[in-house]
C-alpha cells in the first residue's frame, strides 16, 4: 500500500516563497512518475507539476519559472520549491503517484498566499 504525506504548506505573503515535501513509502518510488497537483476552492484539480523516473520535468503554464519540483529517490522525497508566490496560487496542494502503480494521492497540504 503507497502512502503519499505532504508537508510545507502554510501562509505567505505575494511575492514569497515556501517549499512542500512529499515522503512517498513502498519499493517502486524510483521507477514512478511522481507529481503536484493543486485544487482552489470552487475549481478543479489541477496538475501543477510532473517529474518522470527519468527526471523528465513538466509543469503548468501558470507555474513555469516559478516553481520547481525534484526528487530524491533516496530518501524517496519529492518536493515543489515555489518562489514568487502570487494570490492565485492558494489552493490545497496534493502529492501524487502516476500510474500503473498509481493513482495514489496525499492528503493534501494547505498553502495561502496572502498580504
Known amino acids: 500500500q503507497v502512502q503519499l504525506v505532504e508537508s510545507g504548506g502554510g501562509l505567505v505573503q505575494p511575492g514569497g516563497s515556501l517549499r512542500l515535501s512529499c515522503a512517498a513509502s513502498g519499493s517502486i518510488f524510483s521507477i514512478v512518475a511522481m507529481g503536484w497537483f493543486r485544487q482552489a476552492p470552487a475549481k478543479q484539480r489541477e496538475l501543477v507539476a510532473r517529474i518522470s523516473s527519468g527526471g523528465s520535468i513538466n509543469y503548468a503554464n501558470s507555474v513555469r519559472g516559478r516553481f520547481t519540483i525534484s526528487r530524491d529517490n533516496a530518501k524517496k522525497m519529492v518536493y515543489l520549491q515555489m518562489n514568487s508566490l502570487k494570490v492565485e496560487d492558494t489552493a490545497v496542494y496534493y502529492c501524487?503517484?502516476?500510474?500503473?502503480?498509481?493513482?495514489?494521492w496525499g492528503q493534501g497540504t494547505q498553502v495561502t498566499v496572502s498580504s
Open positions: 501524487h503517484m502516476f500510474p500503473p502503480y498509481g493513482p495514489s
